[in-house]
């Protein structure tokens, strides 16, 4: 069901990202984000679904911006 599902990001990418992409192990959670993506940001949208509950369920991960971005520079 996931891989129905996920294969379609694809098409939210450039077709140069295509070769490369493998969205079989891709969740619902997942984004790439090109341009930056500072910690206030971060901290702003965190808090606002932390406040509506949205993954009270599941847990939310440890809210660390650090662990949460990978920049390649």
């Known amino acids: 069901m996931q891989e129905r599902v996920s294969r379609h990001y694809r098409n939210e990418f450039p077709d140069r990202y295509h070769a490369r992409m ?3 192990r891709w969740g619902p959670g997942e984004r790439l984000v ?3 993506y500072t910690k206030e940001v971060y901290d702003e949208t ?9 993954f009270a369920d599941t847990g939310m991960g ?4 650090e662990e949460a971005v990978l920049r390649l520079s």
């Open 22 to 24: 493998d969205t079989r």
């Open 34 to 36: 090109f341009e930056p």
């Open 46 to 54: 965190f808090k606002w679904i932390a406040d509506h509950g949205i």
């Open 62 to 65: 440890s809210g660390r911006y």
